[in-house]
């Protein structure tokens, strides 16, 4: 019986133990805290987490904002001044995942006993990249763009602070100040100096704008006395009008009266004008008349005579002309029927015409020394052994003859045809002139063309012959 009560006894001590042990080991996570829960990996902030006992050891991470603040001194600006900067930085455990793993592994500790050395580590990290921005700014930007200050700051800081588990929540640039050295006594540094120039600044500008509403006040005072001039010179304006109406008013009235006489001399003026005209015009009649009689009509009879001169000109040197080419046809036609017989009669008969020409070069030329190139012996041999037969020179000599002679009377033909064609030519422009000033008419020059065509085919026919 007392072994039963024991084993009860044991058993309720056992359940009553594991029941604290399983209800210490349910763990409630604030809002404001970081739940690390070892062998599982993972985090939790806020909410209620088991934890295995043995195999899994909970911590916590504080997630409130710590605020420190950091002092830099003796940073060098742009321009080679030093300034004393005071900010004020709120900094707490990285929202980001990567960043609260970099906390859990580097800063885990710290959130919990030695905070003043993460509040260090913090400050280092802020106060370095602090002062390599101030060293990029002039003084008059670190106190004017103080807003752009502390965006660049955030950003800069992000990567260094993450590394740690850290972000920056609020910055706040509390002073900027120059720095006094040790020994100096001088009192109006850049800072009193650049706020000595704000001031002044802000005084001209004060007095600019006094100035300016002084200046705006007396525009304001001037137009209104223009606005006034304007008015009365208006107002006289308008009664100058009301008298210059009056007046054109009784002149209209003087000017009716006479207004009838006016037009009566003025329908008179336009009569004698018109007249005037009619007289002109009369007058240029006569001249135009005058004119033609002088000028016009004369050229016309000049113009007909030589038309007329143009005719019978034309008619004399077509119709010697025609009594050339008829007599050359002639001569042609006995030529042919005679054969070399009434050749060799042509060139004895024209042997003068043909000699004469050659003579009269001699005239130019004086013969001093006359050689015997050609002759005969009694036996119609050679002269000498240079010299040809005496019945072969002869030949020579009556071809060359009848070659000139051809010649000779080629260029006859050519200058007849030639002076026949300008003979028509001339005929047919002063007919066509003729025809045109009369009944507009032209005569076909066709029937001529034919004789001079037929002159040519005839012309040719006895070159072949010759030949």
């Given at each position: 019986?007392?072994?039963?009560?024991?084993?009860?006894?044991?058993?309720?001590?056992?359940?009553?133990?594991?029941f604290?042990?399983?209800?210490s080991?349910?763990?409630?996570?604030p809002?404001?805290?970081l739940a690390?829960?070892?062998?599982?990996?993972k985090?939790?902030?806020?909410?209620r987490i088991?934890?295995?006992?043995?195999?899994e050891r909970?911590?916590?991470?504080?997630?409130?904002?710590q605020?420190?603040?950091?002092?830099?001194?003796?940073?060098?600006?742009?321009?080679?001044v030093?300034?004393?900067?005071?900010a004020?930085v709120?900094?707490?455990?990285?929202t980001?995942?990567?960043?609260?793993?970099?906390?859990?592994?580097?800063?885990l500790?710290?959130?919990?006993?030695?905070k003043?050395?993460?509040?260090t580590?913090?400050?280092?990290?802020?106060?370095?990249?602090?002062?390599?921005?101030?060293?990029?700014?002039?003084?008059?930007e670190?106190?004017?763009?103080?807003?752009?200050?502390?965006?660049?700051?955030?950003?800069?800081c992000?990567?260094d602070?993450e590394?740690i588990?850290l972000?920056?929540t609020?910055?706040?640039?509390?002073?900027v100040?120059?720095?006094?050295?040790?020994?100096v006594e001088?009192?109006h540094?850049?800072i009193d100096?650049?706020k000595?120039?704000?001031t002044?600044?802000?005084?001209?500008?004060?007095r600019?704008?006094?100035?300016?509403?002084?200046s705006?006040?007396?525009?304001?005072e001037?137009?209104?006395r223009?606005?006034?001039?304007?008015i009365?010179?208006?107002?006289?304006r308008?009664?100058?009008?009301?008298e210059?109406?009056?007046?054109?008013?009784r002149?209209?009235?003087?000017?009716?009266v006479?207004?009838?006489e006016a037009?009566?001399?003025a329908?008179?003026?336009?009569a004698?004008i018109?007249?005037?005209i009619?007289?002109?015009?009369?007058?240029?009649e006569m001249?135009?008349?005058?004119?033609?009689a002088e000028?016009l009509?004369?050229?016309?009879a000049?113009?007909?005579?030589?038309?007329e001169?143009?005719?019978?000109?034309?008619?004399?040197i077509?119709?010697?002309?025609?009594?050339?080419?008829?007599q050359?046809?002639?001569?042609?036609?006995i030529?042919e029927?005679?054969g070399d017989q009434?050749?060799?009669?042509?060139i004895?008969?024209?042997f003068d015409?043909?000699?004469?020409p050659?003579?009269?070069?001699?005239?130019l030329?004086?013969v001093e020394?006359?050689?015997?190139?050609a002759?005969t012996?009694?036996?119609?041999?050679?002269?000498?052994?240079?010299h040809?037969?005496?019945?072969?020179?002869?030949?020579?000599r009556?071809v060359?003859?009848?070659?000139?002679?051809?010649?000779?009377?080629d260029r006859?033909?050519?200058?007849?045809v030639?002076?026949?064609?300008?003979?028509?030519?001339?005929?047919?422009?002063?007919i066509?002139?003729?025809?045109?000033?009369?009944?507009g008419?032209?005569?076909?020059?066709d029937?001529?063309q034919e004789?001079?065509?037929r002159?040519?085919?005839?012309?040719?026919?006895?070159?072949?012959?010759?030949?």
């Amino acid at each position: 019986m007392g072994t039963i009560i024991f084993l009860i006894t044991l058993g309720g001590l056992i359940s009553i133990t594991l029941f604290v042990q399983l209800i210490s080991r349910m763990k409630l996570v604030p809002p404001s805290e970081l739940a690390v829960v070892h062998g599982r990996n993972k985090t939790y902030r806020g909410g209620r987490i088991f934890v295995y006992p043995l195999i899994e050891r909970f911590d916590t991470m504080d997630l409130t904002p710590q605020t420190t603040s950091v002092v830099v001194e003796s940073a060098i600006a742009s321009g080679i001044v030093p300034l004393t900067v005071t900010a004020t930085v709120s900094y707490a455990i990285s929202t980001s995942e990567k960043g609260r793993q970099n906390a859990i592994k580097r800063i885990l500790e710290m959130t919990k006993g030695e905070k003043s050395k993460l509040q260090t580590i913090a400050s280092s990290i802020i106060e370095g990249h602090l002062r390599d921005s101030i060293a990029a700014m002039t003084p008059e930007e670190v106190m004017r763009e103080k807003d752009q200050l502390i965006s660049n700051m955030i950003q800069i800081c992000k990567s260094d602070l993450e590394g740690i588990g850290l972000e920056i929540t609020t910055m706040n640039i509390a002073d900027v100040d120059d720095h006094r050295l040790s020994g100096v006594e001088e009192k109006h540094l850049y800072i009193d100096l650049l706020k000595r120039v704000q001031t002044t600044n802000a005084d001209s500008q004060s007095r600019e704008a006094k100035a300016n509403a002084e200046s705006s006040a007396r525009e304001k005072e001037e137009q209104r006395r223009a606005e006034v001039e304007k008015i009365r010179l208006e107002n006289e304006r308008q009664n100058l009008e009301a008298e210059l109406k009056v007046k054109i008013a009784r002149e209209k009235q003087r000017s009716a009266v006479g207004a009838q006489e006016a037009l009566r001399n003025a329908e008179s003026e336009v009569a004698g004008i018109e007249a005037q005209i009619e007289a002109e015009k009369q007058r240029i009649e006569m001249v135009r008349a005058k004119c033609e009689a002088e000028i016009l009509i004369p050229a016309q009879a000049e113009r007909d005579k030589a038309i007329e001169l143009s005719r019978a000109e034309a008619a004399k040197i077509r119709g010697e002309a025609q009594s050339e080419l008829t007599q050359l046809k002639r001569t042609i036609n006995i030529l042919e029927s005679a054969g070399d017989q009434g050749l060799n009669a042509y060139i004895i008969e024209k042997f003068d015409e043909l000699v004469k020409p050659f003579a009269q070069t001699l005239d130019l030329f004086p013969v001093e020394d006359l050689s015997v190139i050609a002759g005969t012996t009694p036996n119609n041999g050679p002269i000498s052994s240079i010299h040809p037969h005496s019945v072969d020179l002869e030949l020579n000599r009556r071809v060359e003859a009848i070659i000139s002679n051809q010649q000779a009377l080629d260029r006859t033909e050519i200058d007849a045809v030639n002076i026949l064609q300008d003979a028509l030519g001339q005929e047919n422009e002063q007919i066509e002139e003729t025809s045109t000033s009369q009944d507009g008419k032209k005569n076909s020059p066709d029937s001529r063309q034919e004789r001079v065509r037929r002159f040519k085919s005839l012309r040719n026919r006895n070159d072949s012959d010759q030949d």
